[in-house]
T-cell receptor
Framework: DTEVTQTPKHLVMGMTNKKSLKCEQHMGHRAMYWYKQKAKKPPELMFVYSYEKLSINESVPSRFSPECPNSSLLNLHLHALQPEDSALYLC??????????????FGPGTRLTVL | GDSVTQMEGPVTLSEEAFLTINCTYTATGYPSLFWYVQYPGEGLQLLLKATKADDKGSNKGFEATYRKETTSFHLEKGSVQVSDSAVYFCALSDRGGQLTFGSGTQLTVLP
């Protein structure tokens, strides 16, 4: 199984809502990533988890709260978002290590719209 | 720091035309190089990769060669199809394993 799955596929939320994005992989990867992608732009790294511990936070606002409950799952909790947070949110996974050969496998993304 | 410079788009070609999308990089070490493709409404898919100088990555008729002397990893395909219409991202991965992406090139292939 070389697939990363993400749910939901689409999400519309108001600025006062709380919602969560979910990501799952069963490739035995111990590094998982959240990216944000605006239209016609490359993905921007948000968070990296390594062995279920947060290793990189790219100065992301606290209204985004990541969680890695186990080695296969990655969540992104959303609260009090702004309309400018509307984007495609991509999850990825890879082997761990300082090895540049470790390619990242991406999920299909969650299209988020904040009203 | 590391950076990837990618050919500006959009690129519009007729079916069966030859495709080249230029990509050059700057890195302090010996990165791995990747081409990712993003079809409309979807996530990124790895198209091909090369992990050392002179390696050639290939997949689905696409090819790219890791050229250390010119710090380049140009994407080529001899005969494009309508189904190749997508956004193509060149990327590198350094010793830390993080990806640095180019700006992306939108390809449209007309029948």
């Amino acid at each position: 199984d070389t697939e990363v799955t993400q749910t939901p596929k689409h999400l519309v939320m108001g600025m006062t809502n709380k919602k969560s994005l979910k990501c799952e992989q069963h490739m035995g990867h111990r590094a998982m990533y959240w990216y944000k992608q605006k239209a016609k732009k490359p993905p921007e790294l948000m968070f990296v988890y390594s062995y279920e511990k947060l290793s990189i936070n790219e100065s992301v606002p606290s209204r985004f709260s990541p969680e890695c409950p186990n080695s296969s799952l990655l969540n992104l909790h959303l609260h009090a978002l702004q309309p400018e947070d509307s984007a495609l949110y991509l999850c990825a996974s890879s082997q761990v290590g300082r090895d540049p050969y470790n390619e990242q496998f991406f999920g299909p993304g969650t299209r988020l719209t904040v009203l | 720091g590391d950076s990837v410079t990618q050919m500006e788009g959009p690129v519009t070609l007729s079916e069966e035309a030859f495709l080249t999308i230029n990509c050059t990089y700057t890195a302090t070490g010996y990165p791995s190089l990747f081409w990712y493709v993003q079809y409309p409404g979807e996530g990124l898919q790895l198209l091909l990769k090369a992990t050392k100088a002179d390696d050639k990555g290939s997949n689905k008729g696409f090819e790219a060669t890791y050229r250390k002397e010119t710090t380049s990893f140009h994407l080529e395909k001899g005969s494009v199809q309508v189904s190749d219409s997508a956004v193509y991202f060149c990327a590198l991965s350094d010793r830390g394993g993080q990806l640095t992406f180019g700006s992306g090139t939108q390809l449209t292939v007309l029948p």
